[in-house]
């Protein structure tokens, strides 16, 4: 499969605990972005990276929110005492840099905060 | 601010109709549009672009878009619809970071 791919699909967690999630990018895509989607809402942007560098965040992005690009190929999201509020589908997208691209979602990993 | 707003919530039509799903977009400078699907519990699957050139777009299964730069539209269009078209669909504009703003998205339903 040479898509866009985000491990776990569920994550179900207690209040206050941390969750990271997983993404691989198409592997000669240089740009990899994060957005959240809540029930009934358009995907909302949370941060992106060229290559390793993260080069924008979101003001959605609070602090417990932290994501890294380690090698410029998969990316990880990290939520430290998550909240009901972060209850979300989290959703990866890759591209390569240029005008005429678009970007390729993976399948999203749901977060389900009880 | 760029912002795309997508008026109707959901969309109702009979398989074999064409189908139309609006979009309305506000940027400044030139527009980068996108229309992308997502079935339940699915990611976004990218349906068709308008960057520049002509203004109707051919795009995924069977789908085209017309982009109106007076009207600052970009409506997803399809001649005749498919029972399997029901979906959750989206419009957004993409930002010079390549960031896509999403508009609320419009649900189709297509009956037999």
């Known amino acids: 499969d040479t898509g866009v791919s985000q491990d776990p699909r569920h994550k179900i967690t207690k209040r206050g605990q941390n969750v990271t999630f997983r993404c691989d990018p198409i592997?000669?895509?240089?740009?990899l972005y994060w957005y959240r989607q809540t029930l009934g809402q358009g995907p909302e942007f949370l941060t992106y990276?060229?290559?390793?560098?993260?080069?924008?965040k979101s003001r959605l992005l609070s602090d417990r929110f932290s994501a890294e690009r380690p090698k410029g190929s998969f990316s990880t999201l990290e939520i430290q005492r998550t909240e009901q509020g972060d209850s979300a589908m989290y959703l990866c997208?890759?591209?390569?840099?240029?005008?005429?691209?678009?970007?390729?979602f993976g399948q999203g990993t749901r977060l389900t905060v009880v | 601010a760029q912002s795309v707003a997508q008026p109707e919530d959901q969309v109702n039509v009979a398989e074999g109709n064409p189908l139309t799903v609006k979009c309305t977009y506000s940027?400044?400078?030139?527009?980068?549009l996108f229309w992308y699907v997502q079935y339940p519990n699915r990611g976004l699957q990218f349906l068709l672009k308008?960057?520049?050139?002509?203004?109707l777009v051919k795009g995924s299964y069977g789908f085209e878009a017309e982009f109106n730069k007076s009207q600052t539209s970009f409506h997803l269009k399809k001649p005749s619809a498919l029972v399997s078209d029901s979906a959750l669909y989206f419009c957004?504009?993409?930002?010079?970071?390549?960031?896509?703003?999403f508009g609320q998205g419009t649900t189709l339903q297509v009956k037999p």
């Open positions: 997208a890759s591209s390569l840099t240029g005008d005429h691209t678009e970007a390729f």
């Open positions: 592997s000669e895509h240089n740009r």
């Open positions: 990276f060229q290559n390793e560098a993260q080069l924008e």
């Open positions: 940027v400044s400078g030139n527009p980068y």
């Open positions: 308008y960057i520049t050139g002509d203004n």
């Open positions: 957004a504009v993409r930002d010079v970071a390549g960031k896509l703003i």
